[in-house]
């Protein structure tokens, strides 16, 4: 069966702003650099915390070979696809260029709110064209629908390529259930930074983290620290960070890990409609407590 590369401190990419609403390169690059340099493991490009909806497909490409121009060859990236359009998923997948990425990202079709039978022919279809290896990506809270363990067991043990679960359903029992009954060389991420020392002892292999755009020296130590069984200091680095994980999402995502960013000094704060910046009162509660973890 086909290997997870995607382990430790994953990056949830976002992309940063001008201020007149341009993607701004210069500023990606110093970001990318700063989390390399600080303990990212890979980097998820392109998804929800990238902002991916309102991006043009020239973006896209041009964030693409920015992310591969910096960190290929230095850690996994790991390339969202996906949508709620089976056949266009399918085509986007045949159609794309993967040279220099290393897995592919794909969610559960959202609105359509399709059942267990045509989540698992969904990505059944995506296996079957896809060439490189499938993390697939549960979010009920997005999506509206939850793919259910037995349902992505079933396809763990049908497809090789599909390697590993993003998994943000929110529950620990579901995942506890997954890693149970997975067959070996099937791995679970955790897709929720405040769930992930939980989800780490119970046996996920890592996160793809919205925090750790801001602080990834910090949370990749959390996780190194549970990996070599020391839990009690990586239990204090987690408690230190509850606040934040809280401020972080409550006027939606990225615009949390926006403001800290901005607050650090990497970039703008300006988001694509839609999505509008944090609350001013969110922002300073949040750069009160940046304050303190810097002590």
């Known amino acids: 069966m086909a290997r997870n590369k995607f ?62 121009e910096l960190a290929q060859g230095k850690v996994p990236i790991l390339k969202y696809c996906g949508g709620n359009n089976t056949r266009a998923v399918v085509e986007e997948i045949q159609n794309t260029d993967w040279t220099g990425i290393d897995g592919i990202l794909s969610i559960c079709p959202y609105y359509n709110k399709p059942s267990q039978e045509g989540l698992y022919k969904h990505f059944k279809a995506i296996s079957a064209v896809s060439p490189l290896p499938i993390v697939l990506y549960n979010v009920p809270g997005r999506t509206g629908v939850n793919l259910k363990p037995d ?23 579901q995942v506890d259930e997954i890693i149970k009954n997975k067959p070996e060389g099937f791995e679970v991420i955790s897709g929720d930074d405040a769930l992930t020392f939980p989800m780490v002892a119970s046996g996920a292999v890592g996160v793809i983290s919205v925090i750790g755009n801001a602080l990834p020296k910090e949370f990749s130590r959390m996780i190194r620290l549970e990996f070599k069984g020391e839990y009690e200091p990586a239990r204090k680095i987690h408690h230190r960070f509850t606040e934040l994980y809280k401020l972080l999402f409550v006027d939606g995502n990225p615009a949390g890990v926006k403001a800290l960013l901005n607050d650090m000094g990497y970039i703008e704060n300006v988001l694509r409609l839609p999505l509008v910046p944090t609350t001013i009162a969110t922002k300073e509660k949040m750069a009160e407590i940046l304050k303190e973890l810097r002590i």
Do not use: H, M, W
């Not at 390169?25 to 110093?30: E, G, M, S, T």
């Not at 493991?41 to 309102?54: N, Q, V």
């Not at 349902?151 to 529950?171: M, P, W, Y």
């Open 7 to 68: 382990k430790g401190l994953g990056i949830a990419l976002i992309t940063p702003f001008t201020q007149d609403g341009a993607v701004d390169f210069p500023a990606l690059k110093r970001l990318i650099t700063y989390q390399l340099d600080n303990g990212a493991d890979f980097l998820c490009i392109l998804a929800t915390t990238g902002e991916a909806p309102c991006l043009t497909r020239e973006e896209k490409e041009k964030i693409t070979e920015t992310v591969k």
């Open 151 to 173: 349902t992505l067991v079933r396809l763990a043990r049908e497809c090789d390529n599909i390697v590993a679960v993003k998994e943000a359903s929110g529950s620990l029992e």
